[in-house]
DNA sequence: GTATATTTGTGTCAATATTACACAAACAAA
DNA sequence: TTTGTTTGTGTAATATTGACACAAATATAC
């Protein structure tokens, strides 16, 4: 009944980077080849016949930009026939949050030129990756607002501050430092340490830490993280 | 220096019916074909090569169950390597939500069969179905706590009480009657009329519409509808 | 070493939202 | 006319949110 089907299935990566004081910014490659030959896009590439899509996504980006993720999150499958101008391939999607500092990107002096970017200033994308971006941009602050993503970014010990600007970054807003600090530390999961941390002038600031055991738990017991701060 | 690639693309839709007074249900069909021969599947099949993923799945769906359905949501897409025993198949999943009666079936008289069944007396589902399903129902839950998804498969004119029934069903559990109505009402985009409904013994209800236009304008205006009533 | 700039840390009050809860009204059926 | 069933409604206690300002601790500039 069904012709013979010769579809494609590739996968992409959103990986957005954020540091402590920086701002948030995704990594791109540059193609080496047609379609869009020159072009930035998002890493990614076709399934290999006996590999999971996330082991697929893993793969590729390790290849092509030098980035190991462990945690990334399906967003979306793309599949519209003329997505790619020659043959037909549909695209799932995932996206990560890393440090970038944490890696060595794949600079010029390789075959592939990977970067990151300002999300703020991106380059023109090829295919549909401009939408596949705001999508995952969008995943990503909705994400923020009702789970701890973002601790792994932090120092093992950070100061409020950073987890603050974590915040303000992603979201791209202000938020009441007060109201902020008072949620967070309702939740009971992360700690005051007793040291302190001086960076710069200003009141040295004391450190805190992530206790993700106590997180866990309290997800096991139905807690429903939830912030809608402003 | 990859293989050439042979993977198939299929599309699934995880149906489910709700009718006043109902319980929920989800639309199966039994596979005629190995593997899995005689087991209950959710509906769907393989992508045409020029056929977008959403126009595949309402053309399955209809090609085996006679249901048209205009508004569909992607859910996931599944693709461990092994989740089809023969080829490598990775499915794209999408999930909606339909009044029964307002289709015939197809039923044993053609090739398929076709059935409803309440989703908390399932069969045995073939390949990786019950997972499908359960990320399925999971995701329809929260949907309905943030959107009014349901409004279409109540009467153009319902009673309250065809409302509340319609979340306690879905959510699968007690609701508290006047915070319900409460919360509903402050959103404004429920309208009373002014006639009334009867049936069966009981005081007569009031008759209430949904005004779509009015959520429409909500909407655009960034207004969140959030129920969290207990 | 004094003044200035910078960053951290903290509490209260008003407004709003949530939750729990019970009884009268309107009808059908017995 | 009594009984059973469903609809319709308000209030008070509690919890959450949101707005808002100033002192403490340090580095830096003079």
Redesign the pocket.
Known sequence: MALQQDIKVAVDAVIFGYESKGNLSVLLIKRGIEPFKDAWAMPGGLVLERESLEAAVKRELKEETGVRIDYLEQLYTFGKPNRDPRNRVISVSYFGLVRPNHFKIKGDTDAVDAKWFPVNDLPKLAFDHKKIFQMAAQRLKGKLMYQPIGFDLLSPEF????LEHLYTTILGRDI????F???IK?FGFVEETDK?H?????????LFKFNKQKYDTLVDDGFHF?????
């Open positions: 100061p409020f501050s950073d009441d430092r007060r109201n600090r008072k949620k309702s302190l001086q960076e710069g002038s200003g009141r040295p600031a004391k939830d912030i809608k701060f402003v």
